[in-house]
């Protein structure tokens, strides 16, 4: 009669936590970019705060979202520039002209960022995205970041609630991180655009003011 096999049983892998899971993938799409280990290091603390504010409900973060989207915010101050000069004055209003001038600063420098370092979107990024374009395929820097940032400061500067309207654009860049649709230092480089783009273009419209009689400065 053969002996008892006394060889130890398999054991079962040890399950992972969704940010292990993850890591190795992560790693090779960090280097893939001009990054280098800045980029390795921004995904795996990026990962780690998408995990751990994962209880944060979804619904919110995609408020936030909506709520800096660009296909809202350049249609509408558009539409009301267009609008001021179908009325009976011939001024249009200067706060609308730089906004639609840094709105438009704004996709220029964030299309041409992506495509230039073409970093690739966390893996974990969800499938519920709308994608207007196709830039908008790569990560760095977050559009979402330096739009609201660029509203967020313009605004500032004409007088409206400072402190409402930055902790709009910091909740609004902290939402991509945790929605997984960008990494940290996507929303920072996007955020540090915006304030730039607010100044270029309150420069823009401080040149329009003295060489234009069409607006009311």
């Known amino acids: 009669m053969a002996p008892p096999s006394t060889s130890p049983a398999p054991m079962a892998p040890a399950s992972t936590s969704p940010a292990e899971d993850h890591r190795p993938q992560q790693a090779a799409l960090a280097k893939s970019t001009l990054l280098g280990g800045v980029g390795d290091l921004d995904a795996a603390v990026s990962l780690r705060l998408h995990a751990f504010f994962l209880p944060v409900p979804r619904l919110l973060l995609k408020a936030l979202e909506v709520a800096g989207d ?36 704004d996709i220029a420098f964030v299309g041409l960022a992506k495509l230039v370092f073409r970093r690739p979107r966390p893996a974990y990024n969800a499938a519920d995205m709308y994608v207007a374009v196709a830039v908008d395929h790569w990560s760095f820097p977050s559009g979402h ?3 609201a940032f660029l509203v967020a ?10 402190e409402a309207l930055y902790l709009w654009a910091a909740a609004t860049s902290a939402s991509r991180v945790l929605l997984g649709r960008h990494y940290v230092l996507d929303v920072v480089a996007g955020a540090w655009l915006g304030v730039l783009e607010a ?15 069409f607006l009311v400065c």
């Open 70 to 105: 660009g296909r809202i915010w350049l249609p509408v101050p558009i539409s009301l520039l267009l609008i001021s000069t179908t009325t009976s004055s011939s001024r249009v209003s200067p706060l609308l002209v730089g906004l639609v001038a840094g709105l438009l600063l």
């Open 145 to 147: 970041s330096s739009r």
């Open 153 to 162: 400061a313009y605004l500032a500067g004409s007088g409206l609630p400072r």
């Open 199 to 213: 100044w270029l273009s309150s420069l823009i419209l401080t040149f329009l003011c003295a060489r234009g009689s």
